[in-house]
């Protein structure tokens, strides 16, 4: 009950705003007033339990010694003395331990009662085992970006009746610019999870730079690979931290590149109040969408990876910073793998391969012009947001 509170107030907090959108406090305000009410009835009977054996346990104590020194002195004044009062007082002192040993031992298996929810919990967690096995003895190193896919096969768990991802195969050669595009549910991140070994393949084989991942350590695999996700993350500390967060011991003039690479740099500096020794909040909710975008990108090449994975990495920007992010990478990074993920065609119209998926599976692979004549849901996606963009062009 007590994590139930801890939820709510959890859950109030983060989404404070949705809440208040919503017009919904008073509805929080009775949910938590609920949990509330069931955590003080809860306590309650458990304080009166607890009130009740005390003073029972003293009264058991106290009757148990008034016993002994009537019953010792009855048997001390007989005629032959039956007993000695040093035989009296030492039994008085061995019953009193016994009995503050029962009484604590009480107080033990109450307390032992609360904590049995969070022992198995905390059980849960440190029984759990990685089903990802680390060959931390490898000495193989990316040496470059050519990824192949042959025939893989992936269900959560390996227990799911159907597969999330099915047949798939593409190769992708150091250097190209690769698009990944498909309808929400489609498994695209899940595809890109595989190559990071944040999951391993149900069937088939993936390879990087002509090595199996498997026979890589994820340290050196994934040393290799930089991913800027859909839900960009800064942490709480300066700009500068937060970059070098990809490479604690980038130089000044590596920070600055990123930078410009990532179309950041500019308002780092002129509008941010202390430049790249502004404070981030927690979360990194003191900056836009789109400039903690940027500034995931720049952490992300600070890495000096030799596969760059964007994870919808572009939703938030517009169009002509998202058409300079990409020529930077092309331009000044030629020989850098990048993967584009994004539900924006835009964003991918310009790839030298672009994979279309549909329900877990590759429906084509191409470039944009070749996709628009061979592949219906590509053009279908094409068409419905080019009337999409002259709506909002009109307005």
């Not at 970006?145 to 009746?161: I, L, Q, R, T």
């Not at 047949?167 to 595809?191: D, M, P």
């Not at 672009?354 to 590509?378: A, C, P, R, S, W």
Request: hydrophobic share 40%; glycine share 6%; with cysteine.
């Amino acid at each position: 009950m007590l994590d139930n509170i801890n939820r709510i107030t959890q859950e109030s907090i983060i989404a404070i705003k949705t809440i208040k959108a919503y017009c919904k406090k008073e509805f929080e305000i009775e949910k938590f007033d609920k949990a509330n009410k069931e955590l003080k009835n809860t306590s309650q009977k458990t304080l009166s339990v607890n009130a009740f054996a005390m003073p029972v346990g003293q009264v058991a104590n106290y009757t148990t010694m008034i016993c002994i020194v009537y019953f010792g002195g009855v048997l001390y004044m007989q005629p032959d003395h039956a007993i000695m009062l040093e035989d009296i007082q030492t039994f008085l002192t061995y019953v009193m331990q016994l009995l503050a040993t029962i009484m604590m031992f009480s107080n033990v298996l109450m307390a032992i009662n609360r904590s049995t929810a969070s022992f198995y919990r905390i059980n849960e967690i440190l029984d759990a085992r990685s089903e990802i096995i680390d060959k931390a003895d490898s000495n193989l190193k990316l040496e470059n970006g050519n990824v192949s896919f042959k025939n893989v096969y992936f269900k959560y768990n390996n227990c799911a009746d159907e597969y999330v991802l099915k047949n798939i195969n593409f190769e992708i050669k150091n250097g190209e610019f690769i698009g990944i595009i498909g309808q929400t549910g489609s498994a695209k991140s899940t595809l890109i999870s595989l190559i990071d070994r944040f999951y391993d393949a149900s069937q088939g084989d993936i390879t990087i730079s002509d090595h199996d991942i498997k026979d890589y350590s994820l340290y050196e695999l994934r040393e290799g690979i930089s991913i800027s996700g859909q839900s960009p993350l800064l942490f709480k500390g300066t700009v500068l931290e937060n970059l070098r967060w990809g490479n604690k011991n980038a130089s000044m003039e590596e920070v600055i590149k990123a930078c410009k690479i990532a179309q950041c740099y500019d308002f780092i500096i002129n509008q941010l109040s202390d430049g790249f020794n502004t404070m981030i909040s927690q979360g990194g909710t003191s900056v836009s969408g789109g400039q903690r975008q940027r500034l995931c990108i720049a952490r992300a090449l600070l890495k000096n990876p030799k596969i760059l994975i964007l994870d919808d990495s572009f939703s938030a920007l517009d169009k002509i910073t998202e058409a300079k992010v990409k020529q930077n990478l092309r331009n000044d990074l030629p020989n850098l793998t990048k993967i584009v993920i994004s539900q924006k065609i835009s964003a991918i119209k310009d790839a030298d391969k672009i994979i279309v998926l549909d329900n877990g599976k590759i429906t084509n692979i191409g470039t944009h012009e070749q996709l628009l004549k061979n592949d219906e849901i590509y053009a279908d996606i094409d068409k419905l947001q080019q009337i999409g963009g002259s709506e909002d062009e009109t307005k």
